[in-house]
Each structure stands twice: as structure tokens, then as C-alpha cells.
């Protein structure tokens, strides 16, 4: 079920990484602080004080706390994208809407990094993350799922899914909540970024994702 959060993830090594010839250098990736949202790009959203902020560098710790947010992973196959991809670490925080924070009730934005060896290894791991969000749940048909467009980023990748009160009645399981979400995900350099914004039906918009997703990567890539 979505409405948690999507993964766990993870802190980063920072390091420079020289040019050829040897004159300059390339950025080295943000310090871990300034890898997660803010409340300039998520205007009106407050830290979650339940869901803290994690991260980890240990690929046994990332495996298995992945595996359990996922949707419905293939534990041999995740290990072996992300070993290929080289895993170096990865984090995850959550900021909350509203006044006081209600668990399962409150709209949250999620976002997350995974900090891979390279370009390529950056893109296998995003591509494997948008194909498990996509994936129908094992327990219940009630999740619709589409993509949608990120112009404003290069190569982001865009899924709404929705489970309303009336399609969990119908197709549902029991213990299922009525959510929305909006997942963008896009690479800089070797990391994977992603914004996952989602609430109660109706609470939360693709624009309002997009605007949050945009203002997020214009910072990280100083665009």
C-alpha cells in the first residue's frame, strides 16, 4: 500500500571527481544536508517529526529496508541493479501539510537520494525505481496508475496513482486507506533524486508536483 513511505535511503560520500588533464574539477555533490527538500521549494510544508530523516551507506541495510517499501520488488534482481549501478549511499526525508501532523491523514512530500558510481549506474537505478512504482500492488487491483509529463526537467520521469474509497470498496483489501500520489524522479550526475507527493484523493495535484520537483532540481543542479 502506498500512503508510507516509498524507501529508505541514504547517506552519501562526498567526493571530487578531477577532469581530464587535470586542471579542474568538476563540482563535487552537494553535502547531505542540502540533498533533501526544503520548505523554499515545498512552500507551506514542516519536517515530520514521526518519519525523521535516515540514511545509510551499508548495502545490506539498503537492500533490505528497500525491499520493504517497495512495491513489489525481485530481491534478486533489485541486489543485482544496484550492485551494478554501485551503490555508495542514499537518504530519504519527509516534510507534512497542515497545522498538526496526522499519520495516514496528512499530505506529505518524500523526497530521496541515491548516490550511485556513475551517469549509467544513476540511470539503471532510476529505471528500475519508476518501473516498481508502476507495478500493480500484490494485494489489491484498487491503485491506478499513469505517467505524466516533466518538461521542465530533462529525462524526470513522472507517475500518478490513485486509490479512491470507492475502488478500494470495490477491488480493494480491508486495511487499505484512499490515497493520491505524484512520484517525479530525475538523475544528476551519478544520484538519483526523487519527490513523492501524496495525500488524501483530491488533496494533491500534479502542478503542485511539478513546481516542488522543479524548484528541487533547478537547486541541486544550479539550474
Not at 518519519?51 to 537492500?63: A, K, Q, S
Not at 549501478?85 to 497542515?98: C, E, L, S
Not at 490515497?179 to 544520484?191: D, I, M, Q, R
Request: glycine share 8%; net charge negative; charged share 25%.
Amino acid at each position: 500500500m502506498r500512503f508510507t513511505i516509498p524507501f529508505l535511503a541514504v547517506l552519501a560520500m562526498v567526493t571530487l571527481v578531477a577532469c581530464d588533464g587535470g586542471e579542474e574539477e568538476t563540482a563535487p555533490p552537494l553535502p547531505l544536508a542540502q540533498r533533501f527538500l526544503s520548505a523554499e521549494e515545498a512552500p507551506g510544508s514542516k519536517p515530520d517529526l514521526d518519519e525523521t530523516r535516515e540514511t545509510t551507506v551499508d548495502f545490506d541495510e539498503f537492500i533490505a529496508t528497500l525491499s520493504e517499501r517497495a512495491v513489489d520488488p525481485d530481491t534478486e534482481e533489485m541486489t543485482e541493479v544496484f550492485q551494478e549501478a554501485g551503490f555508495k549511499g542514499a537518504g530519504v526525508d519527509t516534510r507534512f501539510y497542515g497545522e498538526t501532523h496526522m499519520p495516514g491523514r496528512s499530505t506529505h512530500v518524500v523526497s530521496s537520494f541515491i548516490e550511485l558510481e556513475s551517469e549509467d549506474g544513476a540511470t539503471s537505478a532510476l529505471d528500475w525505481l519508476e518501473t516498481d512504482v508502476k507495478k500493480p500492488c500484490p494485494m489489491s487491483c484498487a491503485v491506478d496508475r499513469s505517467n505524466f509529463d516533466v518538461d521542465d526537467i530533462s529525462d524526470a520521469r513522472g507517475v500518478h496513482l490513485i486509490a479512491t474509497a470507492e475502488d478500494i470498496d470495490r477491488v480493494g483489501t480491508g486495511d487499505q486507506q484512499p490515497f493520491e500520489s505524484y512520484w517525479v524522479g530525475f538523475t544528476s550526475g551519478a544520484l538519483v533524486y526523487t519527490v513523492d507527493l501524496f495525500g488524501r484523493p483530491g488533496s494533491v495535484s500534479e502542478e503542485q508536483a511539478l513546481e516542488i520537483a522543479s524548484a528541487y532540481h533547478d537547486r541541486l543542479t544550479g539550474g
